[in-house]
């Protein structure tokens, strides 16, 4: 009997040996797959772009190529610190705008005039991207160059003559300077321009003028790992929009022998990829840290809140798009000091998003394992190696994974990937948590690709589950993590409305906000705000946030009130269909005076008789603003018939940096009735613009 029990063990210890030895095939590839090149530029996630040139010293986003090349003149250009601010920011590369719409080159290219050799930057002996390619190189970082298919300045562009011109300089480009990681090619082809003084509009075939595949041959043989980017790739496509933001689905593979460079319907139809796309192409999200990609000084106050730009990364690379983030330099050579503050900020709040993987080791279990053997088993979705992965039977293309925490844990965000190199499977997805022994829906989600990052409230689970609903082949996922991330502790917002009422908010849910009213630094000791309240006299009020949890709190925001607008009144409107008006105290929507005020001008009761220091005007905060005043006359009145012109003159500045204006009087005023007339307006524009005025008291 003991010989009997002793063979079956024996027996059974030897199938177990031959099943764990036995070799189970991988998934095949689900074509098209990325090449070496393209899975090391999704792994860099996130790069930055440096727009600089002309266009930064003329105040302009798209320069018509007409201007001298004696402007451009930065005073501490330093590419060691743009260098020094991406790597401190994360980042892994550094894209710059070698040459722009306008034709002007950072180089001094042999090809033409139109460049920094003849500007008095260092004497003429000067080249940007040389400085730039020496400092990624000191801090680790990769070189990506975009030069623009469009030169508003060449004589030749629209003719056979331009594209030799074209290859000529993107050789100068790609051969010494060291290695490049991505060519980067604008969308924005022909138009109006100068083309060397014939002032006239030329249209190309963007299909066939530039003859792209012989020059993405001379690209390969003189660069061969740099993914070239444009519409159409060939290695890497525009997202689609310029807010940053890839999209709940979103495929790497496109469809892209359909696609060109500047296509009118590719973002409508193209930029989300396509489930059945015949080449590998991935997404890459572009957005400005600022409205412009150029710097504009008026832009100073205009950078991105915190909040925003953790939103655009979740829904960028947390989308499954790479992100190109925007970091216009300035008229001194110098990435402002008030982006360099938000990156900052930016990093330290994605390190604690991330600081600890809750999912990472913990115990994890499929509905279904590929051959049931370990080498494909869930574990690897937690074991933080990013080459083994997680993948079922051919035929099953639904399937689930659990999690268990072993104890009730609390989190936030979960991140999940598919094994790219295998191609991109997964459609749709859903995901559970196990709450108090129930499962709970936390989502419903599209693709998941190289990286997929979700975001929801508070959730304290012992398990959650992850479904695959849809999927092109056997799902096969690399990665599961788990985190807990902290509150977003920023600035807060302080807005009064014509009622006079306060609020102090921010976009991130659950923080606490402290205040004072008197202009003092706030802190936890400081008066807590518990809802809207009354301000209708002068005050300064200084707000912070505040995580009771964390205990991190942000710098104060300070905001000073005149007094509310709650009595008053436009008079004199004439013919107008707006609902909103410039006394709102909102400075977010603009008011177009009508014809009959641009004649009489903008009056305003008070509702009673005020003792008068100044006013405020502000103009038209769009990207693009219109119809900004220049030139004012500022009359009083006790009855609103007969006025006194209290003070006319300019507001200066207000062009190139068009916020507030503030203007103070030569003596205080008593006053009921107040009128602004527009003496001048920009460019002599027939509508003149008010988003908000005001008056000083005190």
């Known amino acids: 009997m003991k010989n009997i029990v002793a063979f079956l063990f024996t027996s059974i210890l030897v199938l177990l040996g031959i099943r764990c030895s036995t070799h189970v095939p991988p998934p095949l590839p689900v074509e098209p797959v990325p090449d070496q090149k393209q899975l090391a530029w999704q792994q860099m996630e996130f790069y930055g772009f440096i727009h600089f040139g002309l266009n930064t010293f003329t105040d302009q986003e798209w320069g018509y190529g007409d201007k001298s090349p004696e402007l451009f003149d930065p005073s501490e250009l330093d590419a060691r610190q ?37 500007s008095p930057w260092k004497g003429g002996k000067g080249d940007v991207i040389k400085e730039l390619a020496a400092a990624c190189k000191e801090y680790g970082l990769k070189l990506g160059i975009y ?69 993405i041959k001379m690209i390969r043989k003189l660069q061969p790992e740099a993914i070239i980017w444009s519409d159409a790739g060939p290695d890497a496509r525009w997202v689609g929009n310029e807010h940053g933001f890839a999209y709940d689905i979103t495929w790497s593979p496109l469809q892209r022998d359909e696609v060109y460079g500047g296509m009118p319907e590719y973002a409508s139809e193209y930029s989300m990829g396509q489930e059945n796309g ?62 360099v503050e938000q990156l900052q900020k930016f990093k330290e709040q994605l390190d604690l998003d991330f600081a600890d993987d809750l999912a990472l ?103 959650i589950k992850l479904t695959i609903t849809q999927a092109k082949a056997c799902p096969v996922l ?33 923080v606490t906000y402290y205040y004072t009213m008197d202009g003092s630094p706030p802190d936890i000791h400081s008066k807590k705000y518990e809802g809207y309240f009354e301000a209708h006299t002068p005050v300064q009020i200084s707000a912070m946030s505040y995580d009771s949890v964390t205990h991190r709190k942000s710098d104060p925001k300070t905001k000073r009130f005149d007094i509310s607008k709650k009595t008053w009144a436009i008079k004199g409107i004439g013919t107008t269909q707006q609902t909103v008006l410039p006394i709102d105290d909102n400075q977010k929507s603009n008011y177009t005076l009508t014809e009959y005020q641009r004649q009489n001008g903008l009056v305003i009761d008070l509702g009673k008789k ?72 920009k460019e002599n524009a027939e509508k003149a613009v008010v988003a908000e005025i005001g008056v000083i008291t005190k």
């Open 610 to 681: 005020e003792l008068l220091t100044g006013f405020t005007y502000t103009p038209d905060q769009g990207r693009l603003p219109s119809g900004i005043i220049t030139h004012y006359g500022f009359h009083a009145s006790d009855n609103g018939h007969n006025w006194i012109l209290i003070q006319e003159g300019e507001f200066s500045n207000v062009l190139n940096n068009p916020i507030e204006q503030k203007v103070m009087f030569n003596k205080p005023v008593n006053a009921r009735f107040i009128k602004l007339t527009p003496n001048r307006v």
């Open 82 to 118: 743009w260098a020094r601010v991406a790597k401190e920011a994360g980042m892994k590369g550094i894209i710059i705008t070698a040459k722009h719409h306008d034709g002007f080159c950072l180089w001094p290219s042999q090809y033409t005039e139109y460049s920094i050799k003849n």
């Open 478 to 510: 690399s990665n599961l993590g788990v985190f807990n991330a902290p509150l977003i502790v920023e600035e807060p917002t302080i807005s009064r409305n014509k009622e006079g009422m306060v609020r102090i908010n921010s976009a991130e849910k659950g």
């Open 278 to 339: 015949t080449h590998w192409v991935p997404a890459e999200a572009d957005v400005s840290i600022r409205p412009g990609w150029f710097y504009h000084r008026s832009e100073d106050d205009k950078v991105k809140s915190l909040g925003h730009l953790i939103d655009i990364y979740y829904k960028s690379i947390g989308q499954n798009a790479t992100l190109l983030l925007n970091l216009p330099v300035d008229q001194r050579g110098l990435i402002h000091e008030r982006d």
């Open 147 to 215: 030069t623009s298919p469009w030169d508003r300045s060449h004589a030749d562009y629209g003719k056979p003559e331009y594209i030799a011109y074209f290859r000529n300089q993107l050789e100068e480009l790609l051969t010494q300077y060291g290695d490049v990681f991505e060519v980067w090619f604008d969308g924005a082809n022909g138009g109006d321009g100068h083309y060397a003084g014939a002032d006239e509009t030329r249209r190309v075939d963007k299909k066939t003028y530039y003859d792209w595949p012989n020059t």
């Open 361 to 463: 080791l913990k115990d994890v279990k499929a509905s279904q394992v590929r051959d049931g053997h370990e080498q494909y088993g869930a574990a690897n979705l937690v074991d933080g190696k990013k080459e083994t992965y997680w993948a079922t039977e051919d035929s099953i293309t639904t399937a689930s994974v659990t999690l268990d925490f072993g104890v009730p844990t609390t989190f936030n965000r979960i991140l999940v990937q598919e094994h790219i190199p295998l191609g991109q499977r997964v459609g749709s997805f859903f995901v559970e948590a196990l709450v108090n022994g129930q499962w709970k829906p936390l989502g419903t989600y599209g693709t998941i690709g190289f990286k997929r990052l979700l975001r929801f409230k508070k959730t304290t689970a012992t398990k």
